[in-house]
Every structure is written in structure tokens, then in C-alpha cells.
């Protein structure tokens, strides 16, 4: 029967055999969070809309058409968080982190919304994983966020990925690099496309991400931040590059690299997966050494990324994790009578050893015990004699040995070894 209710445009169900794949994503993840030192926080779904048109920008895609914005019963105005960093640094201004030993050091895993057309590795309701490091501007802080968010790539075993480095320099350097493009774009107005033409003067960068044939022609000839690095601006760069380098991190320097947040100033970066389509960004981030002050704090220089969890799952393929291995109990009298109630028992036992254990729910007759079985992936079956004895049967070579309950545990786990 088709039902009568669907899952929003743009959101999917995340069921038990996806969940899996899922599972290992996030679990790599911590891992490496924990062993690089990064503490776990957790924000609110929703926060004030204010603080992601001051953090990410107003003029950026996000907050001018991406956002779940309403108001609620008393009359603030609320949105589902597009982006975790903003959030992260209102924790972490409200929370006092500035008096902590600083970088203070924070990962994070969970849900976002932004409302995007919906199309394969973009949804309305996304889940990121990420790290931030607040309170360092050494170049230092760059190559280690960076490393990380390879290093799990790596570890998962995520093919064909790339990653892109660029750096917009300081706000200040910023600033005067903008008003440069915005007279290259207005000296080529004509040719641009129309979007772009609307944006030249609030956020002109975009222009490097158009596919419009015009304005990539125009594009080929603007100037680039890359290539106008001065000072402390150009020495910092180098010395992010140089740190890759010695830690075996494969870059390219992308001199059009754009991202969709306004906060980023100097290192920027970006991995991708040629496995994916057009939306081929698995993660990426960068530096933002003024969004603690724009957001009404203390100057506190940052970095950090994100990735997309269902980008990592798409560029890993279709592989389904199997399940772990696990024992089932089959008995003559489904889990009614006295076999019923020794299989009850002898799970919990089984199941507070550590090993995973199931038991018919369903009523089944013996031999539908056994199918069913079967189609989990149990690899060991427990039956239930009518005498009260227990046999222990390998699902795989279907060998069969009689087994005290007392044992049942030790056996079980040297079959498994
Ligand atoms: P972002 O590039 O907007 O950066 O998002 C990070 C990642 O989230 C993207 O690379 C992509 O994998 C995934 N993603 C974004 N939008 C969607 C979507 N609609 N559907 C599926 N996946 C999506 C940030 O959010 C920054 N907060 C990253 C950062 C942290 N920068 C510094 N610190």
C-alpha cells in the first residue's frame, strides 16, 4: 500500500542497512577527533537568525535564499542552522572558551539544513562532521586541521580525492583585492551573466564559480588573490604549504577556489571526489580570523572544515557494511514454553558477554527459524532440544556439537577467534 505520507523534498530515512556505512563514517571520525585532542560539542538545531546573517554573511547564498527561517510563538526570528561554525563561536564567546588554554579545540557531528534544489549529495537536511580550532593563527593550526580531515578520508578509504588549497589574505587585504574585481567585473559588465551582473558589488568572488560562458571568459582574465599575497599575508601561506608538504598532504593551489561562506579570510581549502557529479565537494573550510569579532567578540584568529557525511557515503560507493556476526537461538516452542524461557535467559546472558544474540519474536516454526536465520547472516545457531539440551550448529559448515549452557559463552566466542 503507497503511503499517504512522504519525507520533506530534499530528506531521506536513514534505515538499519545504511545506517551502518553511517556508523563507520562517524566512528573513524572520533577517532581522529580524539587522538588529535579536539573535544566533542554539541550546538542546538536552531539559533537566532541573526547570528548566521552577521557569521556566514548577508550576502551569500545561504542567508539570502538557503535558510529555514519562521518565526516562533514569540516572535523571534529562528533558523535551522545552515552551517555549524557560527554557532560553535557563539558557544564559544557565551561559554567563556577565550579563557581556556587557547587553540580550544571542538568537533562536532550532526544535522544542518539549508534549502537547496535537491539533487544527488545535496539535501534539504544534511549531516556534517567537523572540527574547529579557535585561538591560533599560526599556520601550524592550518596544516593540522587540514591533515585531519585527510587523514580520515584516508582512513575510510574514500576514492579519487583532491584537494584544493587557496588563501584570500587578511580582511584587509581582502577588502582591496574585492574593489580591484568589482572594477574588473563593472569594466566587463557586458558579458557577464545576469546573476553575476546583480552580485558585482555584493559578493563579486562568485563570479569565479559561474559556468556561464561569458563570464568564464571575463573570469580568465580578473585578477587573483593567490597570486597578490604580500607580507605576513604571503608568509603565512607558504609556511601552510610548506607544512603540507612535510606531512605527505598532496595539494593543488587553486587560484579560483571559492566557497559559499563570507567569514573566511587567508587559508582556504576544499577536497573533492571525482567519483561524485556536480556536487563534488566532500568537505572543506578554511580559516576565519574575523568571525569571533563580528560576532561582538575579541579578535581570535580560527580554523576549521566540515564534511558532508552522505558525500562521503556516495563517493564511497554502494557496498553495504554486513552485519557483525551473530548467534540466534531456535527452540521447539517459539518462546512460549520452558525452551522459550531457557532462550530468553541465555540470550541476556550471551548479550552482556558482548556477543550479539537474537531470538525469535515472530512465532515461527523450527524450520522457519532456521530460514530466517539464514537470511540474517547468523553464523551460529543455538537449538533448543526438547530434552532440555542445547546443541551449537556452524550455520557455514553445519557441524553440530552438543553444549553445556555454562559453556555456551566460552564456546561461542572460540568458534568466533
Ligand atoms: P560548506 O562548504 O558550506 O562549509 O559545507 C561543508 C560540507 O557540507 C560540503 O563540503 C558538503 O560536503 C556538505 N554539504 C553542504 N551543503 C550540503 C547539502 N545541501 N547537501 C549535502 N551535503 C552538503 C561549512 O558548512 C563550513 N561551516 C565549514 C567550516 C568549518 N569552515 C570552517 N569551519
Known sequence: MASKYQAPRGTFDVLPEDARARARVEAAASGIFARAGYGRIATPAF????????????????????????????????TLRPEGTAPIC??????????????????????FFRHERPQAGRYRQFHQVGAEAIGSDLPLADAESIGLLADLL??????????????????????????????????????????????????????????????????????????????????????????????????????TLVRGLDYYTRTIFSFVCDRLGAQS???????????????????????????GIERILLALGEETEAPPPRTVFISHDAGSGEAGRTAVALAGELRRAGLATELDLAGRSVKGQFKHANRIGADLVVILEEDGTLQLRDMQSGEQDAVESSDLVTEIGRRRS
Open 281 to 307: 565537494e566532500i568537505g572543506g573550510g578554511g580559516r576565519y580570523d574575523g568571525l569571533i569579532e563580528q560576532l561582538g567578540g575579541p579578535p581570535t584568529p580560527a580554523v576549521g572544515w566540515a564534511a
Open 90 to 111: 557563539r558557544a564559544y564567546l557565551e561559554r567563556g572558551m577565550q579563557k581556556l588554554a587557547q587553540p580550544v579545540k571542538l568537533a562536532y557531528s550532526g544535522p
Open 154 to 255: 584516508t582512513e575510510l578509504g574514500v576514492p579519487g580525492v583532491e584537494l584544493r588549497l587557496g588563501s584570500l589574505g587578511s580582511l584587509q587585504a581582502r577588502r582591496a583585492y574585492m574593489e580591484e574585481l568589482k572594477a574588473h567585473l563593472h569594466a566587463n559588465e557586458g558579458e557577464l551573466s545576469e546573476d553575476v551582473r546583480e552580485r558585482i558589488d555584493v559578493n563579486p568572488l562568485r563570479a569565479f564559480d559561474s559556468d556561464h560562458e561569458g563570464t568564464r571568459g571575463v573570469m580568465e582574465g580578473a585578477p587573483r588573490m593567490v597570486e597578490r599575497l604580500e607580507g605576513e599575508d604571503a608568509d603565512h601561506f607558504a609556511e601552510v604549504r610548506a607544512l603540507l608538504e612535510t606531512a605527505g598532504v598532496q595539494y593543488s593551489i587553486d587560484p
Open 47 to 78: 539559533e537566532d537568525t541573526e547570528l548566521f546573517e552577521r557569521g556566514v554573511g548577508r550576502s551569500t547564498d545561504i542567508v539570502r535564499k538557503e535558510m529555514f527561517t519562521f518565526e516562533d510563538k514569540g516572535g523571534r526570528s529562528i
